[in-house]
């Protein structure tokens, strides 16, 4: 009984080591943010992946899980000093949390190369679910990634500024991920 057990977790072990993970090519990829803004209509912006990684099944394009972590502390809109507003301890406070992460829970196909990837992800400090919307593109050799989601800024609470009747509450975020 005990070598059967014993061989049961060594397989899935192996199993579990043997997962083929891809690294993102930070180089490559890309997140943006947009959102709405009473005296500019919207704003738009993007932050750099510092790292990632997809756990993709040999030959497929969905993978089975991802992670990604996002450097607040380099957040460019086009405009320096919004740029130091948005990296204040007023919205993202990025001196006391320099990375966003993200941290898949579970992946759901939909039709052809189209799927729903749900994760924890933390902002400000904060951990919220959050849901991608993402299309495979490429080849199961070289994928590449688009996804959306919406997330609600309040959640991770970035509500308690002045300007905070001025904005949006919810942000669009939109990636577009390549692997090495």
């Known amino acids: 009984m005990r070598s059967a057990i014993a061989l049961l977790l060594l397989a899935s072990t192996l199993a579990a080591a043997s997962?083929?993970?891809?690294?993102?090519?930070?180089?490559?990829s890309h997140a943006a943010?947009?959102?709405?803004h009473i005296w500019v209509e919207r704003v738009t912006g993007t932050v750099p992946i510092l790292s990632g990684s997809v756990t993709l099944?040999?030959?497929a394009m969905i993978p089975t899980a991802a992670t990604a972590?996002?450097?607040?502390?380099?957040?460019e809109t086009g405009e320096p000093d919004r740029d130091r507003s948005l990296e204040s301890p007023d919205f993202f406070d990025a001196?006391?949390?320099?990375?966003?992460?993200?941290?898949?829970?579970?992946?759901?196909?939909?039709?052809?190369?189209?799927?729903?990837?749900?994760?924890?992800?933390?902002?400000?400090?904060?951990?919220?679910?959050?849901?991608l919307d993402v299309t495979a593109n490429g080849t199961p050799a070289?994928?590449?990634?688009?996804a959306t989601a919406q997330i609600?800024?309040?959640?991770f609470g970035m509500s308690v500024t002045r300007l905070d009747p001025t904005i949006g509450g919810t942000v669009t975020v939109t990636l577009d991920i390549v692997l090495h």
């Open 19 to 28: 997962a083929p993970t891809r690294e993102i090519d930070a180089a490559r």
């Open 33 to 36: 943010f947009g959102v709405s």
């Open 57 to 59: 099944p040999a030959g």
């Open 69 to 75: 972590v996002l450097d607040a502390t380099r957040i």
């Open 95 to 131: 001196a006391k949390f320099p990375h966003w992460t993200f941290a898949s829970t579970s992946v759901t196909a939909r039709s052809g190369n189209a799927f729903e990837m749900d994760g924890v992800l933390t902002i400000h400090g904060v951990e919220q679910p959050a849901k």
């Open 142 to 146: 070289q994928p590449a990634y688009h």
């Open 152 to 155: 609600d800024r309040h959640a």
